[in-house]
């Protein structure tokens, strides 16, 4: 009676309901037949679909003064991302056109099957070791969001 993922962003959880769809406090132990078959059978178990919304990393580079320095990160950012199982959607060379306020200079867009997964890899120790790589005084814009769904 646990939770399993099916797909990386649905998790399908088997839920204890009696007949009226309430949860009770404590479950009734199967019954032989003939002795209090009838209790036993008030339970039944549903199904029910939790949508977990992908988590993204958005990273925007307004000035790169130390591209050596930046390229060794790029190197170990790239293995922690993938070792969480993000996927790089845009990166360097993409296409940008930036507006208002907007800097076009580089934006990073990365994407994780859940919020707590991009978390999670921006917090893990290869991550870590990664942004150790930056350049002192390295500035960027970097923000961890969740998607709608």
């Given at each position: ?6 797909s ?99 934006v ?9 997964q ?32």
């Open positions: 009676m646990g939770d399993h993922i099916d990386p962003s649905t998790i399908t959880a088997t839920v204890h309901r009696d007949r009226t769809g309430h949860r009770p406090h404590r479950l009734a132990a199967p019954q032989r037949a003939g002795h209090g078959s009838e209790q036993a059978s008030e339970h039944q178990f549903r199904t029910q679909e939790v949508i977990v919304a992908k988590g993204y990393w958005v990273s925007v580079y307004p000035t790169i003064t130390d591209p050596e320095r930046l390229a060794a990160y790029n190197e170990l950012a790239g293995l922690a991302v993938k070792a969480a199982g993000g996927r790089v959607l845009a990166s360097i060379g993409s296409r940008v056109v930036a507006h208002e306020a907007g800097i076009a200079e580089r990073v867009l990365i994407e994780f099957d859940s919020f707590g991009a978390v999670a890899a921006y917090e893990s120790a290869v991550y870590q070791k990664a942004l150790a790589e930056l350049p002192d005084g390295f500035e960027r814009d970097f923000r961890i969001i969740e998607g709608l769904d």
